[in-house]
């Protein structure tokens, strides 16, 4: 009896503590997250700091660093090395878990975290590309010695982080998910600028135009999506000329029969871009700024997150003294300034993404067709590990073009990619993007501006750009493919060279302006060029009604300040809804409008067209032109995934309301009836306020935009509420000058004004802390909500005494 | 409870709480185990005293461990947790099922010491 009580209890407690040392399901190991000693408590972080001294091998000198109130860290080294090594180190401080999910996301290694869920996501970026694209990376970045140098010193310095940290001290992603951050490498940070290439210029419609070219013919295709659009205001005013000779004989496009003959139906769906990712940056020059220097503001719209997006940093060393945006996992200041220049990003949108048809001589796949040969295939097999299962292994063939996404047969993951294709992809080209940016951290003058930009090549980004020598300029910039007009508008034949890239257009030759007589330089992702420009770049970019409001605020704008800009960045002026209501509003019939209904439109009449947080207009305009766009070409133009396509823009709609009313398209083709504008428009608001009413209630101030949009910031990890910030409220929206729609928006907002000292203001929608257990996680959240910025410490030498410090540490 | 076995449990309790904590400080958590199972096989009253003993030893020190770590942070993190973990954001929940958990491991490895004890005792009787 008394053994049966010792072997029983005793096995009892043994179970205990297995079942609480491991993780059932989704639910995490309780016993060591719960223990004081190892578990969550842990990772609470003090508001108090002391002043430390750390010892850590791996730097040449001792380095300095200063961490202000915001928690920014200030970095003094005595030489470039030491200067990356703490990048790595004090990002990895801040941001460990991040930087190694996302590079891990990137490299299609997400199953081994989380299990097979993550299966078909790992598959799509390993068949992507997105291994072989960092690889190529890696190697252009190891070509260049000051690449490499502050490649392995970040590495290092991120290293030296893992190194010493004990498993109490992990942050608490890995805690929940029971795994260990393993060890940094070069490749991580290809990894990671491999990622923000996919985020940033994986689009592409190919699929869905093809299907609609099959569907309706060349005719209906090139006028409902022309390849510009009728409101417009490019990137590089209009009327600037192009001081050089274009590359000759530029590519000859094929005769049409080809494009026909080749195109086949396709069982595909297909992936939109997100069309809320885009970003604005403008400068103005001296003649239109108080300060008679530049001002130069820019906002990087992302899908918001937490971690936050961007890491806010000042590197110091002899040859550098720069402040600004990092990215977690890349070495350099990505968006900022130093004593002379200052510099911004927004996302170009050039079409660098192109699907090939293939055709393989047997099933062996060893061998394809292309100019009138076989030729090898190279197979590249890709090993996902899968958390509790075992690994599996996929072969990706590659042909000249790219990797052939999925095979014949195959279930695309994001009906992104037609089934059977080759990608042609910027990603894959060996490149040294971190170059760019180590030029323009040390940039004195706009001409070494223009010698880093040479050595960009994805995302491409439109570079603004402004000096203290009173220059401004903005340039679309990155390694663009040469092309023949529309090519990869539609899909492509593999097995034709017409088809094929033609080289790239010359760095020198990407667009360009200086010093524009309008006093300005601005972007929004909107048209590169007016149809000037010698070569293709793409059909379409963004909708063009946040750079045609940026641009009409900046031409009437004189003697502009910091805070002009800043009110500039928070304009919610809805400028699409200034062009349409004009023409929507007459031709709704408000007499078959129920009560509630008609208080809806009155509310839409009175109001002033911007989307602030408590306007209802803003709602109801929203949701009816979503409702408008459904009704008159969801009919046509949505065949769900039998027939993937997609629908005319809302410029080319509110151009065809204006100019063609008895149009076809507005016919629902489902009905018996012949539905006219006047019956679109008006069914489209009675189905808008319906929706509203089963949303929020009866007609009030329930409708009003923010608690409708209710923007979100979540956490990475998907479902983990407690650590994201939730139903913000915000003004905004898609399209509007303040792009925070509901899940994306400003990941960034700088304004820097130039001069003697340059003096800049900063904030990003969360805080420099990945630790939701720290002050710094979420602690610069509302100064962005409402608009504001904070000063950014701009330190000249590690003894500047401001009350802002509020930590030292020595690395020695 | 008699007046010294009250007084062993005290010291039990004590030894339990303070070995514990060093075990832990460089032993994985469950170290706490082998340390409530140690002692209890070293010496207890009754089964009821050793759970006893085991339970508050360990509850104690995580206890006092987490609202330690708590105060010294303002509870920043300890909503957040309880929000993630319990869907309330009070901070009482982490910190009592914190206690519970580590008590119960305590107390059921102190049970476990009095029994094995209470065997081996049984078997060397036998033998004599």
């Not at chain 1, 915001?70 to 970095?75: D, F, L, Q, T, W």
Request: with cysteine.
């Amino acid at each position: 009896m008394r053994y049966t009580k010792a072997i029983v209890v005793s096995l009892l407690t043994v179970l205990l503590i297995w079942g609480l040392n491991r993780p059932w399901g989704g639910i995490p190991a309780f016993g060591p997250l719960l223990s004081p000693f190892v578990g969550f408590w842990q990772n609470a972080e003090s508001a108090k700091v002391t002043d430390e001294e750390i010892t850590i091998k791996g730097t040449q000198a001792p380095v300095t660093v200063l961490i202000d109130d915001k928690g920014v860290p200030h970095v003094f080294a005595q030489n470039d090395h030491d200067l990356f090594f703490a990048q790595g180190y004090l990002t990895a401080r801040d941001r460990l878990w991040q930087m190694e999910f996302q590079t891990h996301a990137a490299a299609g290694r997400v199953s081994e975290l989380v299990g097979d869920r993550a299966l078909e996501l790992d598959r799509y970026n390993r068949h992507m590309g997105m291994g072989y694209g960092a690889e190529q990376t890696l190697r252009g970045m190891q070509a260049d010695p000051a690449s490499k140098v502050a490649l392995d010193a970040y590495t290092a310095g991120v290293n030296a982080w893992i190194d010493q940290l004990s498993p109490a001290k992990y942050p608490i992603e890995y805690k929940l998910l029971g795994y260990a951050p393993e060890a940094w490498t070069p490749l991580k940070c290809a990894l990671l600028l491999k990622q923000m290439t996919s985020t940033l210029a994986s689009g592409a419609d190919d699929l869905l135009m093809t299907n609609i070219l099959r569907k309706y013919g060349s005719v209906i295709t090139a006028d409902l999506f022309p390849d510009y659009p009728t409101r417009e205001d490019p990137i590089i005013p209009p009327g600037t000329t192009w001081n050089f000779k274009t590359v000759s004989p530029l590519p000859p496009p094929p005769n049409d029969t080809t494009i026909n003959d080749m195109i086949a139906w396709f069982d595909a769906g297909f992936r939109r871009p997100n069309p809320e990712i885009g970003s604005n940056n403008w400068a103005v020059g001296p003649s239109k700024s108080a300060t008679g220097h530049p001002i130069l503001a820019n906002d990087p719209h992302l899908t918001l997150s937490l971690p936050s997006i961007w890491y806010q940093m000042q590197l110091v060393s002899p040859t550098v003294n720069v402040y600004g945006a990092t990215l977690p996992g890349a070495p350099n200041v990505i968006i900022g300034f130093n004593k002379n220049v200052a510099w911004g990003v927004t996302n170009v949108g050039a079409d660098v993404l192109d699907f090939y048809t293939v055709k393989f001589k047997d099933a062996t796949h060893r061998e394809y067709w292309h100019d009138k040969k076989w030729k090898p295939t190279r197979a590249r097999i890709e090993v996902i590990k899968v958390k509790g299962k075992p690994d599996v292994v996929d072969t990706v063939f590659y042909t000249h073009h790219g990797p052939v996404v999925y095979m014949p047969g195959a279930k695309a993951f994001r009906k992104n990619i037609p089934i059977g294709y080759a990608a042609r992809w910027i990603a894959h080209e060996p490149s040294n993007d971190i170059a760019c940016f180590y030029g323009l951290n040390r940039a004195k003058n706009y001409d070494d501006y223009r010698q880093a930009l040479a050595k960009y090549v994805a995302p491409a980004q439109n570079f603004i750009f402004a000096s203290n020598q009173n220059d401004i300029a903005i340039s679309p910039n990155g390694r663009f493919p040469l092309k023949w007009m529309d090519q990869g508008k539609f899909l492509l034949d593999g097995t034709d060279p017409v088809d094929d890239w033609h080289g790239f257009i010359p760095a020198d030759q990407n667009p360009l302006v200086k010093n524009p007589p309008r006093g300005f330089v601005s972007s929004a992702n909107q048209f590169s060029t007016d149809r000037t420009y010698p070569y293709y770049l793409n059909w379409q970019f963004a909708p063009a009604e946040r750079g045609r409001r940026i641009n009409q605020r900046l031409t009437a704008m004189q003697h502009a300040t910091i805070d002009s800009l800043r009110m500039l960045q928070n304009d919610n002026f809805n400028l699409r809804a200034a062009d349409a209501l004009p023409v929507m509003l007459p031709s709704l019939d408000a007499s078959r409008l129920s009560a509630d209904q008609k208080k809806a439109l009155a509310a839409l009449k009175a109001w002033k067209m911007n989307n602030d947080v408590a306007e209802t207009g803003a709602t109801v305009f929203t949701e009816w032109t979503q409702r408008l766009l459904e009704a008159i070409w969801a009919d046509e133009f949505d065949m769900g995934d039998s027939l993937p396509m997609r629908s005319p823009t809302f410029d080319r709609t509110l151009t065809m309301m204006q100019r063609d009313p008895e149009a076809r398209w507005f016919d629902n083709v489902k009905t018996p009836a012949r539905e006219r504008m006047t019956d679109v428009l008006t069914q489209s608001f009675q189905a808008a306020c319906d929706t509203l009413t089963k949303k929020h209630g009866s007609f009030g101030s329930s409708w009003a935009w923010g608690p409708h949009k209710s923007t979100s910031i979540r956490h990475l990890l998907p479902g983990v509420d407690a650590f994201s910030a939730l139903n913000v409220q915000i003004g905004g929206g898609g399209g509007i000058v303040n792009a925070t729609s509901e899940r994306a928006g400003p990941s960034w907002r700088m304004v820097v004004a130039l001069g003697e000292q340059p003096k800049a203001y900063g904030v990003f929608p969360g805080g420099q802390s990945g630790n939701p257990g720290s002050p710094h996680y979420q602690d610069l959240l509302e100064t962005w909500r409402t608009g504001q910025l904070n000063e950014l410490l701009y330190l000249q030498t590690a003894q500047d005494k401001s009350p802002r410090v509020k930590q030292k540490i020595i690395l020695r | 409870m008699r007046q010294d076995g009250c007084l062993t449990t005290m010291i039990q309790i004590i030894l339990i709480a303070i070995l514990s904590l060093l075990a832990q400080l460089v032993l994985p958590w469950w170290s706490l185990a082998v340390v409530a199972f140690l002692v209890c096989l070293w010496r207890s009253p009754s089964a009821g005293q050793a759970f006893f003993a085991g339970f508050y030893g360990v509850a104690l020190i995580w206890l006092a461990y987490a609202v330690m770590l708590h105060v010294r942070t303002d509870g920043i993190f300890t909503g957040r947790m309880g929000e993630l973990l319990f869907k309330t954001s009070s901070p009482i929940l982490p910190g009592l099922v914190t206690a519970i958990v580590g008590g119960l491991v305590g107390g059921l490895a102190g049970l476990s010491g009095y029994f094995v004890r209470q065997a081996a005792q049984n078997q060397i009787m036998t033998r004599s």
